[in-house]
């Protein structure tokens, strides 16, 4: 068994690294830099995107054909952690959330001619997207096939599609969307997904939905399709595929999630650290303290057992495996890690930790999606325990 990196992914991990820390930390403090929704700012970011394609940083999970890195799933996790050291850093590498899942998913099951129309401009950074699949209650959420209340109806060579969906990330900046919509009601192939653009007529954003914590470009937007026509040459895999494509989606990007927080956790920990090190109290430095070193030792130890398991699992990701279970134990124990670091280090800074001073105010409001996003950790634990049923002893393998 070896955990090491290969030399070009650690080199690659050196120059994001450097890259965040020279180029993208000190925008943090900057005031100028920063849009309303406590995001980077659309010019900053535009600055920092030419750079990182210039120091050939740019897009490390896609294909060298389409201009990225061409990393397999365990060089990602090495890089994605680098990036999220800086709350702004993966959406100037262009592997920021949603856009990474939808054009991982684009590459593996658009057609030639769905790649260069949806996908090559979402790599080249030229256009923005968004994944439209939960709705407001009594539609889809944690049970997206059992419960899913958007309809497609196909009228010729048309899909007619009526709905509501909510909570889709980046939606008022997006002009690529990916939609999945009910197209029958059989359990396992009732739903498909579509392809849309901004500007065709039959959708709009009734609102963008006001949240606890900072937001990404575009917002979290609740959507209304009051039929939108889409035609059959833009339904992506077949039709009742929709899960499927969902599945695929979700397996690579609910880690890549994990991958970056993981970045976040280590940077909140490094300023508790930081802080304990000098700041005095009762005759000692803070981190000569017991209890001190205990809380950082316990925080370090669960983003360590995270990084672990999301390593597995991106492994058997590039291997060719679904990875689900590992993919949900990651889930789980890095939201849970990320917290318990964001926690302990506002902690550790007293005051300081409860001010706007260190960016670990805007990651504590941030992290509380962590637990819900792609999947709430309950759900995630009743898949564990299902895979537990039906894999038995299977389910304690080794390898793929
Ligand atoms: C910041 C953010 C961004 C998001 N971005 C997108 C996006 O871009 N596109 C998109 O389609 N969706 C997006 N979502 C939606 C997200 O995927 C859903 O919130 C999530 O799937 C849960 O669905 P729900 O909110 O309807 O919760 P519900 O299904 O109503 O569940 C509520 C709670 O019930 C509990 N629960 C549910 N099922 C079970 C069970 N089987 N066992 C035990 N407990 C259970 C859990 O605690 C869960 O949190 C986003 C959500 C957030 C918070």
Not at 34 to 41: A, L, P
């Amino acid at each position: 068994m070896d955990f090491a990196l290969t030399a070009e992914v650690d080199a690659l991990r050196a120059r994001v690294r450097a890259f965040v820390e020279t180029h993208i930390l000190p925008l943090e403090s900057d005031p100028t830099a920063r849009d309303d929704h406590e995001n980077i700012s659309e010019a900053a970011l535009e600055a920092v995107r030419a750079r990182v394609k210039e120091a050939g940083l740019w897009a490390p999970q896609m294909p060298r054909s389409r201009g990225g890195l061409g990393l397999g799933v365990v060089g990602m996790a090495a890089l994605y952690e680098e990036m999220n050291r800086s709350i702004f850093g993966p959406v100037c590498f262009n592997a920021a959330a949603p856009d990474d899942g939808n054009m991982m998913l684009l590459e593996k099951v658009g057609t030639p001619e769905q790649k260069a129309r949806w996908l090559q401009p979402i790599v080249d950074g030229a256009v923005r997207s968004s994944f439209a699949m939960t709705e407001p209650r009594p539609g889809s959420g944690s049970d997206p096939a059992g419960m899913m209340l958007t309809r497609a109806e196909k009228k010729g060579d048309t899909w007619v599609i009526t709905g509501r969906k909510w909570f889709i990330t980046g939606a008022a900046a997006a002009s690529h969307f990916i939609l999945v919509a009910r197209t029958s009601d059989d359990p396992r192939t009732g739903l498909t997904c579509f392809l849309h653009h901004r500007d065709d007529p039959g959708w709009r954003i009734e609102r963008r939905i006001p949240i606890m914590g900072p937001e990404e470009h575009g917002g979290h937007c609740e959507l209304v399709y009051e039929g939108l026509e889409i035609p059959d040459a833009n339904r992506l895999m077949n039709v009742g595929d929709g899960l499927k494509a969902t599945q695929i989606r979700l397996g690579t990007a609910r880690l890549t999630h994990c991958m970056r927080w993981l970045g976040m956790a280590r940077r909140a920990l490094e300023i508790g650290a930081e802080y304990v090190r000098d700041r005095q109290a009762f005759g000692h430095t803070l981190s000569e303290h017991e209890s001190v070193q205990t809380l950082l030792g316990d925080a370090a130890l669960q983003i360590e057992v995270g990084r672990l398991l999301t390593m597995k699992a991106a492994w058997k990701l590039e291997a060719g495996d679904f990875a689900r279970k590992e993919v949900s134990m990651a889930k789980i124990v890095v939201a849970d890690a990320l917290h318990q670091a964001i926690d302990t280090a506002i902690q550790l800074n007293g005051a300081r930790g409860y001010s706007k001073d260190t960016p670990l105010e805007w990651m504590y409001r941030y992290a509380r999606q962590a637990r819900l996003v792609d999947g709430a950790s309950e759900v995630h634990k009743m898949v564990l325990f299902r895979s537990l049923q039906k894999e038995g002893k299977d389910f304690w393998s080794w390898g793929v």
